[in-house]
């Protein structure tokens, strides 16, 4: 299991481009800690994402410009190993979590969800080892 450092708060990714959805994510991680950045739609989350490389990143899959799995794999062919968590409410939603998965993605939850599941899966999933697919190209 990897360790990280307590003193340093973690930094996190919003991109959704429902507007109230990001900003509720984005005040819940603020007012727990988080040192938080959000995007609106997919090709701002990449380039944001690319610069400050976040310890997480919650993508939205449905978003203007990139979706969520655009962004995943933008990440990952620039060797981002960013922890990745997808967010959609489609109707063909195990299609979209075992593609996400295949890609690289932590985890992938059905939207809308409450707001202390986000707080528990963001812990989770900066506690658990970097999966594969995540892990930086040396």
């Known amino acids: 299991m990897e360790k990280r450092d307590l003193t340093v708060k973690p930094r996190i990714l919003v991109a959704d481009d429902t507007r109230?959805?990001?900003?509720?994510?984005?005040?819940?991680?603020?007012?727990?800690?988080?040192?938080?950045?959000?995007?609106?739609?997919?090709?701002?989350?990449?380039?944001?994402?690319?610069?400050?490389?976040p310890d997480i990143a919650i993508?939205?899959?449905?978003?203007?410009?990139?979706?969520?799995?655009?962004?995943?794999?933008?990440?990952?062919?620039?060797?981002?190993?960013?922890?990745v968590i997808i967010t959609s409410g489609i109707d063909d939603f195990a299609a979209l979590a075992e593609r996400a998965l295949a890609e690289g993605a932590e985890v992938c939850v059905r939207q809308p969800w409450p707001a202390d599941r986000l707080l528990r899966m963001v812990s989770a999933v900066l506690d658990q080892p970097r999966s594969f697919r995540s892990r930086p190209k040396p």
Not at 21 to 45: E, I, N, P
Not at 59 to 73: E, R
């Open 59 to 83: 993508l939205n899959h449905q978003m203007p410009g990139l979706s969520g799995l655009g962004v995943l794999q933008e990440l990952r062919a620039a060797g981002v190993g960013t922890k």
């Open 20 to 53: 109230d959805t990001a900003d509720v994510y984005c005040f819940l991680l603020s007012a727990a800690g988080y040192r938080v950045a959000r995007a609106y739609d997919g090709l701002t989350a990449a380039a944001l994402a690319k610069v400050t490389r």
